[in-house]
């Protein structure tokens, strides 16, 4: 997971960078292998007239530039290309305490995970209790669907905590990530550590217990050894294929190509949420819905409310007026639009200016009259 986060992360900023100077760094062999030039981590591609083919622009050869943007810097590269690996690479120094980390966590994250780290609609659990007990088994986490697995959330389930670190310091709070300082990254992971109830050294984490690097890189996973097949090290291969080979270790545990199902089909995630009063009502209809012919065509703004608002206002769980709720609206209406435009472009209490985004204040407006649009 932590690795499609990086590549996320990274590949904003080769978009940025508009170029393949980015990769382009001092170290060689990282920019070529075998003779061909590697472009992006596992590819490579032949390289043609000193430039490599199918992926290059040459934006000289070009009369204008394309002005996206400009060439991120070297040292704008640097402050995302974080790893921090279970070995301590990239880990710095700092330090934290449960009890900073539990007035941080208040501040800055339940209004997403919830008090406790409990989850909220749409956010994961950071915790289900102590992380070693709980559930039938640890192991065999690569089955989808086997509720022998482990419950997937970071104690039960992450094999390292290295990639806590990580994810917090590149990635949270959601709406601002690398805000945090690595000192608060440290009381972050030690109230979290605390709440999923993993000991470090065989020593619990009360209000005073205080993280550092080297406290850090003595957690021990409880799932560290849980993940089946073992693909890592010499007989990774061989344990890969002898665990594939043998189907009952995965989907219902026979082949079939017809009449797989025995009685009604179930959804296996849905049943498995032990939710089965949806509303709506979960629909049994197998085909599309009808194309209308000549609908309406689709709101200017709503191609950014679903990339930027509605990760908030798709719900009332965080005290932001839901798309649609015309009760929740109705006084905010009365403000009339100009205030409403100059509170979603400049922020109010828990609205981000712009809703986190840098978009011109003329597409926000737009997003406004959609959200106000769903209200009447
Ligand atoms: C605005 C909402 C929001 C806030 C505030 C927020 N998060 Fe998150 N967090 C998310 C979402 C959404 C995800 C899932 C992202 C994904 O899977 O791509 C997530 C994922 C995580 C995960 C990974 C969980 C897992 O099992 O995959 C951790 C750890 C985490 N957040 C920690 C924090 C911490 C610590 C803070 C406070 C500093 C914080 N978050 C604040 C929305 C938020
Ligand atoms: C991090 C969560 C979050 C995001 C993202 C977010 N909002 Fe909000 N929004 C809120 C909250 C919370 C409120 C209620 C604030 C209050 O009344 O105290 C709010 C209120 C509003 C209001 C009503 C303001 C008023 O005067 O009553 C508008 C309009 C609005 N948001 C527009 C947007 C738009 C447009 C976007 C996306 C570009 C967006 N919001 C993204 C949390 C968010």
Same mark, same amino acid.
């Given at each position: 997971?932590?690795?499609?986060?990086?590549?996320?992360? #990274?590949?904003?900023?080769? *978009?940025?960078?508009?170029?393949?100077?980015?990769?382009?760094?001092?170290?060689?062999?990282?920019?070529?292998?075998?003779?061909?030039?590697? =472009?992006?981590?596992?590819?490579?591609?032949?390289?043609?007239?000193?430039?490599?083919?199918?992926?290059?622009?040459?934006?000289?050869?070009?009369?204008?530039?394309? &002005?996206?943007?400009?060439?991120?810097?070297?040292?704008?590269?640097?402050?995302?290309?974080? %790893?921090?690996?279970?070995?301590?690479?990239?880990?710095?120094?700092?330090?934290?305490?449960?009890?900073?980390?539990?007035?941080?966590?208040?501040?800055?994250?339940?209004? $997403?995970?919830? %008090?406790?780290?409990?989850?909220?609609?749409?956010?994961?659990?950071?915790?289900?209790?102590?992380?070693?007990?709980?559930?039938?088994?640890?192991?065999?986490?690569?089955?989808?669907?086997?509720?022998?697995?482990?419950?997937? *959330?970071?104690?039960?389930?992450?094999?390292?905590?290295?990639? #806590?670190?990580?994810?917090?310091?590149?990635?949270?709070?959601?709406?601002?990530?690398?805000?945090?300082? %690595?000192?608060? *990254?440290? !009381?972050?992971?030690?109230?979290?550590?605390?709440?999923?109830? =993993?000991?470090?050294?065989?020593?619990?984490?009360?209000?005073?217990?205080?993280?550092?690097?080297?406290?850090?890189?003595?957690?021990?996973?409880?799932?560290?050894?849980?993940?089946?097949?073992?693909?890592?090290?010499?007989?990774?291969?061989?344990?890969?294929?002898?665990?594939?080979?043998?189907?009952?270790?995965?989907?219902?545990?026979?082949? $079939?190509?017809?009449? $797989?199902?025995?009685?009604?089909?179930? #959804?296996?995630? =849905?049943?498995?949420?032990?939710?089965?009063?949806?509303?709506?009502? =979960?629909?049994?209809?197998?085909?599309?819905?009808? &194309?209308?012919?000549?609908?309406? !065509?689709?709101?200017?703004?709503?191609?950014?409310?679903? !990339?930027?608002?509605?990760?908030?206002?798709?719900?009332?769980?965080?005290?932001?007026?839901?798309?649609?709720?015309?009760?929740?609206?109705?006084?905010?209406?009365?403000?009339?639009?100009?205030?409403?435009?100059?509170?979603?472009?400049?922020?109010?209490?828990?609205?981000?200016?712009?809703?986190?985004?840098?978009?011109?204040? !003329?597409?926000? &407006?737009?997003?406004?009259?959609?959200?106000?649009? &769903?209200?009447?």
């Amino acid at each position: 997971m932590f690795k499609s986060y990086r590549n996320m992360l #990274l590949s904003a900023v080769v *978009v940025a960078a508009a170029s393949t100077t980015l990769f382009a760094g001092s170290d060689a062999s990282r920019t070529y292998a075998n003779g061909k030039k590697v =472009i992006d981590g596992g590819s490579t591609y032949p390289v043609k007239k000193g430039m490599t083919s199918l992926y290059h622009v040459n934006e000289k050869a070009h009369k204008t530039s394309f &002005k996206l943007g400009r060439s991120a810097t070297k040292d704008e590269i640097n402050a995302w290309n974080i %790893d921090v690996m279970p070995d301590g690479t990239g880990l710095p120094e700092g330090h934290g305490t449960v009890e900073e980390g539990d007035a941080l966590y208040d501040e800055k994250c339940s209004s $997403c995970h919830a %008090d406790f780290g409990t989850g909220g609609a749409g956010y994961p659990a950071l915790q289900k209790g102590n992380a070693y007990e709980g559930q039938k088994s640890l192991t065999n986490q690569r089955v989808d669907g086997n509720d022998e697995g482990p419950i997937r *959330v970071f104690g039960t389930y992450w094999p390292h905590a290295s990639t #806590l670190w990580w994810y917090i310091k590149t990635g949270m709070p959601h709406p601002h990530p690398m805000s945090l300082t %690595d000192n608060e *990254v440290y !009381a972050l992971c030690a109230y979290i550590v605390s709440i999923n109830e =993993i000991k470090i050294d065989g020593e619990e984490l009360d209000d005073d217990y205080e993280l550092n690097r080297k406290k850090f890189l003595k957690i021990v996973m409880p799932n560290k050894d849980g993940f089946i097949p073992k693909i890592d090290g010499k007989n990774g291969v061989e344990n890969a294929r002898k665990f594939f080979n043998d189907f009952k270790n995965y989907g219902n545990g026979t082949r $079939c190509m017809k009449n $797989c199902f025995k009685g009604k089909p179930v #959804l296996a995630r =849905i049943s498995g949420t032990g939710i089965s009063d949806y509303q709506p009502p =979960i629909s049994e209809k197998k085909e599309l819905p009808k &194309k209308k012919a000549g609908g309406a !065509a689709e709101h200017p703004g709503k191609k950014v409310y679903d !990339a930027s608002c509605a990760v908030c206002h798709g719900t009332d769980a965080m005290g932001a007026p839901m798309l649609g709720d015309k009760k929740a609206w109705a006084p905010r209406i009365k403000q009339g639009m100009d205030t409403l435009y100059d509170h979603a472009i400049h922020g109010l209490n828990g609205m981000p200016p712009k809703g986190g985004t840098s978009l011109p204040d !003329a597409k926000i &407006k737009e997003v406004v009259d959609y959200m106000v649009s &769903k209200a009447k």
